[in-house]
Structures are given as C-alpha cells and as structure tokens.
C-alpha cells in the first residue's frame, strides 16, 4: 500500500493550492481519507477528511469555509482545495487512510496508511 501526496508549493497570502492524494495497493471507497499538517515545532494536526461510506466531509475549525475535500472514483483520488490561504497554513501536509470511528475522526493514530507529505509554504 502505498500513499502520496502531491501539489504543494509556495504561495502568496490570500492564494490557492490544490493538494492531490493518490493511492496503489488501497482502494479508497472502503476507507475514510484524511488531511493532516505538520508545521515546524508542532504537532500534527487533522484539517480535513473525507468518509466515502455516506460521502461525510469533515473540517477543522481553522480550515473550514477555506478548504474543500472531495474524490474522484475513477481516479482513486483525493484532493484538498485550499483557498484564501493564510501564512499559519504553512506545513507538511499528509493524506492518511484509515477507518476511524465518526467520534475519531480527528483522531491521527486511527489512520494506518499514510503518505511522504508535501510541504505548502504561504508567504506574507
């Protein structure tokens, strides 16, 4: 199984980034497909998430109304549309699969298959 995440960058404050997330060995209709970050000194942290069964999006609270998480079945893909961004989104950012609990989704250890990251650098 293997995961990777790809289409970071560097952008100006107020940009957009599109991330892609593509996957072999792991098929992802039977899993929930996470975004999490990692900004330097911290500690990773959930941004957005996808459960395929019921097509159920999740958000944190800094991302929400900015990102947007959606799939491609043919593609067995996922992508996060990052817009308005903001120089406190800059972070290696991951897609992870997983089949956490709803309550869990958050939850980074709940994910077992995760990809190399992509950094994302917003400048002010």
């Known amino acids: 199984v293997q995961l990777q995440a790809f289409g970071g960058g560097l952008v100006q404050a107020g940009g957009s980034l599109r991330l892609s997330c593509a996957a072999s060995?792991?098929?992802?209709?039977?899993?929930?497909i996470g975004w999490f970050r990692q900004a330097p000194g911290k500690e990773r942290e959930f941004v957005a998430a996808?459960?395929?069964?019921?097509?159920?999006?999740y958000y944190s609270f800094s991302v929400k109304g900015r990102f947007t998480i959606s799939r491609d079945n043919a593609k067995n893909a996922v992508y996060l549309q990052m817009n308005s961004l903001k120089p406190e989104d800059t972070a290696v950012y991951y897609c992870?699969?997983?089949?956490?609990?709803?309550?869990?989704?958050?939850?980074?250890?709940?994910?077992?298959?995760w990809g190399q990251g992509t950094l994302v650098t917003v400048s002010s």
């Open positions: 060995g792991l098929t992802f209709r039977s899993y929930t």
């Open positions: 992870a699969a997983g089949r956490p609990i709803t309550s869990a989704t958050m939850t980074p250890n709940l994910y077992g298959h």
């Open positions: 996808f459960r395929w069964s019921g097509g159920i999006t």
